[in-house]
């Protein structure tokens, strides 16, 4: 029988991947991974009006014993260049980290650095 | 019906003059004193208060509305109707409000269950809103990402936000650091507990909110 792995699942999602998914999509795929007990880091991001959605479907999945909410931390959309504006850039997302609240903790945010803590004990199964 | 219908007439008017009655959204994540804001504001215009406060989070569970709150500025006044939203969070634990605030298991969860809720129902109103009083606690860390995910939905909708930097009757507090940290936004420090710097919230409040503005719908 293969030995349980508790480590923590740390993933890292590429831009490619998530430029692929609509954002319903994207949605679902992230909450599946989270509820699984999985960090995610987004290169790419969630636009703000995700990120409320977000909000919104983690809500509804929340299981009082087993699911309590997601701890996500991201910065503001970077604002395109008079150039990019010219050629109808829009605001681009910026990396994410999103995970079960119950094992990501966010210990302190600035606009330079997002530091969190892993509560250990509670990886990925 | 004359030539202009009351709608396109009414949006005329609003358009040259700009607005003389809108629906003002408190919002924030919970605890910052979105409810403490509400009472003090209709306190002050209506003598009448919005509902209950408590120190456990979560305390406003259903948005509340009062309609037609009357908010003057010298010469010039605002037709308001105010929601009072329950608080936005990433997550909700009813052990939390067990451990630290000594509920029982069946309140803790009761409640836990009724803020997931409000947080879906403060989330739908951010559709049928003209603009947003987001409420902060200026002791806090006025980066979380609930502060972020609101403005940023705001933004994306072109609605106009006023920041209430509230809670500066506390030591620790630190409006500059809002003011610094939202600088695309009028911050006004406040107390709502004390009313400390009210009237300058009331002024900012009609003169922000009256702008002409057109809304954009996602």
Same mark, same amino acid.
């Given at each position: ?46 636009? *703000? ?48 980290? &999103?995970? *079960? ?12 650095? &997002? ?11 | 019906?004359?030539?202009?219908? =009351? ?35 209709? !306190? ?27 908010? @003057? ?25 067990? @451990? ?9 969860? !009761? ?45 994306? =909708? ?7 930097? @509230? ?29 400390? @710097? ?14 002409? =503005? ?5």
């Amino acid at each position: 029988m293969a030995k349980k792995d508790n480590g923590i699942s740390f993933n890292l999602v590429s831009r490619q991947k998530l430029n692929s998914l609509s954002s319903n999509e994207k949605l679902k795929f992230i909450l599946k991974e989270v509820k699984k007990g999985k960090i995610l880091v987004l290169e790419n991001g969630l636009t *703000p009006m995700e990120q409320t959605s977000l909000i919104e479907d983690t809500m509804r999945e929340i299981e009082q014993d087993t699911f309590i909410g997601v701890e996500m931390e991201g910065y503001g959309e970077d604002s395109p260049t008079f150039l990019q504006k010219l050629f109808g850039v829009g605001k681009k997302p910026r990396m994410t980290l &999103i995970g *079960p609240a119950n094992l990501l903790h966010t210990v302190r945010k600035d606009s330079n650095m &997002i530091q969190t803590k892993i509560i250990p004990g509670r990886g990925a199964k | 019906m004359g030539l202009f219908g =009351r709608g396109s007439f009414s949006s005329i008017i609003q358009k040259i003059f700009g607005k003389k009655h809108a629906k003002i959204g408190i919002y924030g994540p919970p605890n910052v004193g979105k409810t403490t804001l509400a009472n003090r504001i209709l !306190r002050d215009w209506t003598g009448d208060i919005m509902g209950s406060v408590s120190e456990v989070p979560h305390e406003t569970r259903r948005a509340k509305w009062k309609k037609d709150v009357k908010v @003057n500025n010298g010469n010039s006044s605002l037709f308001m109707d105010i929601v009072d939203t329950p608080g936005i969070s990433t997550k909700v634990d009813f052990k939390e409000f067990m @451990n630290t605030y000594g509920l029982s298991r069946d309140e803790a969860k !009761r409640r836990a269950k009724e803020a997931t809720e409000g947080v879906i129902e403060s989330i739908k109103w951010l559709e049928d809103i003209d603009g947003v009083l987001l409420v902060m606690d200026s002791t806090q860390d006025p980066f979380t990402q609930v502060n972020v995910t609101i403005l940023g939905n705001l933004e994306a =909708r072109n609605l106009p936000v006023l920041v209430a930097a @509230n809670k500066i009757d506390m030591e620790d507090s630190s409006p500059a650091t809002l003011k610094s940290a939202f600088p695309q936004h009028p911050v006004v420090p406040i107390s709502a507990l004390t009313g400390y @710097n009210s009237d300058n919230l009331y002024s900012t409040m009609v003169k922000h909110f009256s702008k002409k =503005r057109k809304k954009r719908r996602r």
